[in-house]
């Protein structure tokens, strides 16, 4: 079946950038997704990408995709303390349901 | 982009009782919905499609006769934990998709079993 894995655990000291990785095997995926969850919260969506398209940038955010390698990334530039959070990559196939990697809990310093 | 409500955001319940969980499409007919759990600490796990105006599509290992998935208009799907009991305590997110095949979350209802 499907599977998105990522990395659970990410340090990084603030003003530096952030990149989380992320792979999955559904070679029919429409759109990836990556989500933030605060402790205690509900998912934020934070981009996506269709997936015909490499790369898209939102202001401090930047996704890659290796559509050959089946490898989402995820940067976050000048990553602050507020970014702290579990980020979650998702896939969804043409049904529409999205399968959720582990998470890769983001740890900032000051 | 699209706003899915999901209501409550919080409930605690006895065990024994049922509890009804709502989500929503604002702006947007969802001929799809999912329903996820979350267990603590842990990723989100599928626990059926719902599809306005059939039944159901249940994941495997997921008890249909305990969670009631109801979706009776294109804006509109309901879970229902039927006798609930404290194992069943979690995080529950709905999501709604856009004709596009996009995917928006509500933002989770918390489910505390006492």
């Known amino acids: 079946g499907e599977d998105v894995e990522q990395s659970l655990f990410l340090s990084v000291r603030e003003g530096d950038s952030s990149v989380i990785n992320c792979t999955y095997t559904d070679s029919s995926s429409t759109y990836l997704y990556w989500y933030k969850q605060e402790p205690g919260a509900g998912l934020q969506l934070l981009t996506y990408i269709f997936s015909n398209m490499d790369m898209k940038q939102d202001q401090r955010l930047t996704v890659l995709l290796n559509k050959k390698d089946k490898h989402l990334s995820l940067r976050i530039a000048d990553t602050q303390t507020g970014d702290s959070a579990i980020y979650f990559c998702a896939e969804s196939g043409n049904t529409g349901k999205l399968i959720f990697g582990q998470g890769t809990t983001l740890q900032v310093k000051p | 982009g699209a706003v899915v409500s999901q209501h409550p955001s919080r409930v605690i319940c006895k065990s024994g009782t049922s509890v009804k969980i709502e989500c929503r499409s604002l702006?947007?007919?969802?001929?799809?919905m999912f329903w996820y759990r979350q267990f603590p600490k842990k990723s989100l796990m599928l626990m059926a499609t719902s599809n306005e105006g059939s039944k159901a599509t249940y994941e495997q290992g997921v008890e249909k006769d305990k969670f009631l998935i109801n979706h009776a208009s294109l804006t509109l799907s309901t879970l229902t934990v039927t006798s609930a009991h404290p194992e069943d305590s979690s995080f529950y997110i709905c999501s709604a998709l856009t004709q596009g095949l996009e995917a928006f979350f509500g933002q989770g209802t918390r489910l505390t079993v006492v």
């Open positions: 702006d947007f007919q969802a001929t799809t």
